[in-house]
């Protein structure tokens, strides 16, 4: 029996919008990472179930490249969200409003 | 049909125009004396090539057909084609002999008058560009190159009249012609208009050739004409449009001459008797063109009547005598309006040339004598000038006669000419003009008498200072003298057992009118007689004014006030003018700049637009945190929208 298409696109919505919640309500700049990265993955998810459901590989190879994306900004990602601790010692966005002034 | 001559037309503009580009680039390195000469030269040089031309041209037997010579296109739009071109014909080359004639008697008399004056390049370098943008007037083969003429003599007498222009009266009066000419230029324009809407192009030739034939309504060829006559009214200084040239007399005295004089105030003459086609279809425009010459002719010879600054009596005299030539060409005796134009421009530049003189010879006077106070202008300071300025006053005798008419002098002929034609016109405007030929007697011999007769009114110190003027300047003087006796001859009418000559060179261009009855010689006798009656009696009456003392002038004006002193203020009528016509001007403009301007234009919009910009980027300004959820937030919520926007639609 196979998969509907619906069922991993509705979990992909689910994972995506729990993302963006995160990234909007959180505080913690490692905590609103995480989230970016959970709304990459979701992203993925459907992806490959279009692919799937398509019959065509080109989403998968697109993962690919979307997983490798999303290593190389955790790699950058992370170092400044180390440079920032240590230059303000908090990773309370509010606290963070370098944009300003 | 293109007609040769063998002979080039625009030498005859390129002297005066190589003058003003020398004199202006190099006249102040050249020095007084040099750059006076020179374009004096130049000037010569154009009136020798004049002088070639028509006998080259009566030579070639063409009986009144223009030669036409394209230099080059200059504004070719669509159907719109408009060429530099030049054409000589009767009328043209009348007038260039004019221009270019007379013009170089004042350029000659001019370095006698400027001398020792520091802006003397700059004056002939103005009088050279004069003397080129009036031969573009009439020699142009079309109407726009003749209003780049006629605009172009309006800059000059602008320029020449404030030519003092540290004087601030003088430099608003130069801005008073310049204003006032350019209401009559404004019909000019909407009279080409509408001429290129009726034709399809603005070319003399194919206008009039035309005119005629194609079947344009009457009321077009009215409309078109008066339009153009509004243009002339400016230019040649007609009711209501004369006042700014008794102002023009601001400037130097040799300019009065030869442009407020001479020639360019008779352009208006010119141009409708070069449009002589249209007006000769047109009957209402041509009772405009003479009722508004003859109130003219009358208007202007009683404001002279009471004058006392001799430049301003000429001023005047001249408003009037134009009104004579614009009464001859509107009754459709263009030939004859021509003929007193060319007449006129002989004794009137020489009146000015020798009131110059009297001027010149009263201020140093005054300045030898060390009187500061006194108006070197004022015949009231004058008098008893004979003995000492003999050849002024002599060649002021030979305009004075021929101004007013006496036998035998130029302007008798021409205004006899004038005044027969109206008679066959409408006897009104013979009226008008004969009532006005006794006032012109009168102001004229007024003027003489007070100036060079009597005893000397200022005191010995000053009487012992007076003596008569240069060379330079008293030449030029005999010769518009001479010029002024015999210049009637080659027109001496049928009646008297000449031939007139020139009514036949310019008839053959400038037809005259249906509309003029023919005479019979019993009547044209008569009116000859009254008009000899007329000028010797007007002058008997000055005579028996202010030689036999028979009529106390002083008592006469005293019984007169009211009149008098309505002719003393000029009718009052730049006051009128101020009071209807400038006041309310300069109060709109004012309102429009203190309020229009002030408040709604700097205030509504451009400080509007910048507090209104101010204020809503304050309030705006606060959505910038700089907190990046915010932002984040914003794009999230941005999303949304779109995605919304395509499950909608």
């Not at chain 2, 040089?45 to 057909?65: D, N, R």
């Not at chain 2, 008098?383 to 007013?404: D, E, N, R």
């Not at chain 2, 100036?451 to 030449?475: A, D, I, P, Q, R």
Request: glycine share 10%; with cysteine.
């Amino acid at each position: 029996m196979t998969l509907p298409v619906t069922y991993p696109i509705v979990l992909s919505l689910i994972l995506f919008s729990i993302g963006v919640l995160g990234v909007l309500t959180r505080r913690n700049a490692i905590i609103i990472f995480m989230s970016v990265e959970l709304m990459l993955n979701a992203v993925n998810l459907a992806f490959v179930a279009f692919a799937r459901q398509f019959g065509s590989v080109d989403g998968q190879v697109i993962v690919f490249f979307v997983m490798t994306l999303a290593a190389a900004e955790v790699a950058v990602g992370l170092a400044i969200i180390v440079a920032l601790f240590r230059n303000k010692n908090t990773l309370n966005v509010d606290e963070i409003h370098l944009l300003k002034n | 049909m293109e007609h040769t001559l063998h002979l080039q037309i625009w030498p005859v503009l390129l002297f005066p125009l190589i003058g003003f580009v020398i004199n202006g680039l190099f006249g102040n390195k050249l020095g007084n004396k040099v750059a006076g000469w020179f374009a004096t030269s130049m000037v010569g040089l154009s009136f020798i090539w004049g002088v070639v031309l028509f006998f080259k041209y009566q030579g070639a037997g063409l009986h009144g057909t223009a030669v036409e010579q394209t230099l080059f296109s200059w504004i070719a739009v669509g159907n719109f084609n408009v060429n530099v071109a030049y054409q000589i014909d009767p009328l043209s080359l009348v007038m260039l002999l004019v221009v270019t004639g007379v013009g170089f008697l004042i350029h000659v008399y001019s370095n006698g008058y400027m001398k020792g004056d520091p802006g003397t390049p700059r004056y002939f370098t103005y009088l050279n560009l004069f003397i080129f943008m009036m031969l573009n007037l009439i020699l142009a083969n079309n109407f726009l190159l003749m209003f780049l003429g006629w605009e172009g003599v309006g800059l000059c007498s602008y320029l020449l009249i404030g030519f003092w222009f540290e004087d601030e009266a003088k430099a608003t009066a130069g801005k008073k012609a310049f204003i006032v000419n350019r209401v009559g230029d404004f019909g000019f324009l909407l009279g080409m208009f509408l001429l290129y809407s009726a034709f399809g192009t603005l070319h003399f030739s194919s206008i009039f050739s035309e005119a005629n034939t194609l079947f344009v309504d009457t009321g077009v060829i009215t409309a078109i004409t008066l339009l153009l006559f509004v243009g002339a009214m400016g230019k040649s200084a007609q009711i209501p449009l004369y006042v700014w040239l008794p102002d023009a007399m601001a400037g130097p005295t040799p300019v009065s001459a030869l442009i407020h004089a001479a020639t360019m105030v008779t352009a208006g003459v010119y141009m409708v008797a070069r449009s002589n086609a249209l007006y000769s279809l047109a009957p209402i425009s041509q009772n405009v063109v003479a009722w508004i010459g003859a109130i003219t002719a009358v208007f202007a010879a009683t404001i002279a009547l009471v004058q006392n600054d001799i430049k301003k009596v000429l001023a005047y005299s001249t408003i009037s005598q134009l009104g004579y030539m614009f009464i001859g060409v509107g009754v459709g005796a263009y030939a004859a309006g021509v003929f007193h134009l060319m007449t006129h421009a002989f004794f009137k530049a020489l009146l000015f040339l020798a009131a110059g003189s009297v001027i010149h010879i009263m201020e140093h006077a005054f300045h030898d004598a060390g009187i500061h106070d006194k108006d070197p202008q004022d015949i009231r300071n004058m008098g008893g000038l004979h003995k000492y300025a003999p050849f002024t006053a002599w060649s002021f005798y030979a305009a004075w006669f021929a101004i007013i008419g006496i036998p035998l002098f130029s302007g008798f002929f021409s205004k006899d000419e004038i005044l027969a034609k109206s008679f066959g016109f409408n006897p009104w405007i013979w009226a008008l003009g004969a009532f006005g030929a006794i006032l012109t007697a009168f102001y004229m011999s007024r003027l003489t008498y007070l100036t060079f007769f009597g005893k000397f009114k200022g005191n010995k110190e000053t009487e012992n200072h007076l003596h008569e003027s240069s060379k330079v300047m008293t030449v030029p003087l005999v010769v518009l003298g001479v010029l002024s006796v015999i210049g009637g001859y080659i027109g001496i009418p049928k009646l008297l057992g000449g031939s007139n000559h020139f009514e036949h060179f310019v008839a053959s261009v400038a037809p005259e009118a249906e509309s003029i009855h023919h005479l019979s010689h019993g009547t044209e006798w008569m009116l000859l007689l009254t008009s000899i009656v007329l000028a010797v009696g007007g002058l008997l009456i000055a005579l028996a004014f202010y030689h036999w003392k028979k009529i106390s002038a002083e008592k006469t004006a005293e019984r007169f006030g009211g009149i008098y002193r309505l002719l003393l203020d000029k009718y009052r009528v730049d006051e009128l003018y101020n009071f209807m016509i400038v006041q309310p001007i300069v109060r709109g403009s004012r309102w429009l700049w203190q309020y229009f301007d002030a408040k709604f234009i700097d205030g509504f919009f451009v400080n509007g637009i910048a507090s209104t910009t101010k204020f809503v980027g304050d309030k705006v300004r606060k959505v910038q945190t700089g907190v990046i959820p915010n932002y984040a937030l914003f794009i999230s919520v941005g999303t949304l929208f779109i995605m919304l926007y395509f499950l909608i639609w």
